[in-house]
């Protein structure tokens, strides 16, 4: 059975192992992947939270970032990531369902993400919680070719 947890300074490596190994297996690490994973503990500190889907023996088998840009007061969903032999059992699913239920118990009102079209699953993910696309201007990842937006007025969804 897996659960989900928020941020505890022992899964730090995790939260960097499961995403270098996303980005490697399809894309390159790129400077904004290191500036993120050399600071790991400001995505707490600067107002934002890191959730882990772990097994029962605590094993961290996913794991994904709402970052507070604290410049422009906006939130990411940022750095998602499920090991592949754990993947097809809706990890991701529950991350982003916590991630959505904290935001809304934060009075978060907008999350945006930037991801790659050629990543189906999570694309189709992200949809169903209720991101929609946006124009995309200005991204900080090479690798991204799409902008999706949530914003709690457009989601109706309950989320548990």
Known sequence: MIHITTYRPE??????RLNKQWIETYFRIEPSD???FSHVKDI????????FALTDDNNVVGCCALKHHVLDDTYELAKMAVSPQFQGLHIGH??????LD????????????EGNTHLEASIALY?????KEKPLQGNAYERC???????????NMRFN
């Open 11 to 16: 899964y730090e490596y995790d939260f960097i």
């Open 34 to 36: 290191i500036e993120t």
């Open 44 to 51: 707490i500190k600067d107002g934002g939270q890191i959730f």
């Open 94 to 99: 529950k991350l982003v369902h916590n991630l």
């Open 102 to 113: 904290y935001a809304k118990q934060h009075g978060i009102k907008r999350i945006f993400l």
């Open 127 to 131: 949809r169903s919680v209720g991101f």
């Open 145 to 155: 070719d799409i902008l999706m937006e949530w914003t709690d007025y457009m989601s």
